[in-house]
């Protein structure tokens, strides 16, 4: 986020071009889908490891 306000403030100052904040601004979408996705996956797979490793018991939450 902070490289992305560098480049948005040397824009305004005419040092950088816009192609380059759109860049920067697509970077950060970018790595913000991949921490999401790691949460996401991390999330999900808890319980499996739990359940495998003996330390979830009670499956029913997880039941349809």
Known sequence: EEALRILQDR???AIST???VLRSESALLR???EL???KYE???SYPSVMLAT???TDVSAFEH
């Open 18 to 20: 816009f192609d380059a």
């Open 11 to 13: 824009y305004r100052s």
């Open 36 to 38: 999401l996705k790691a």
């Open 42 to 44: 991390y999330y999900v």
């Open 31 to 33: 790595a913000k889908h």
């Open 54 to 56: 003996g330390r979830l």
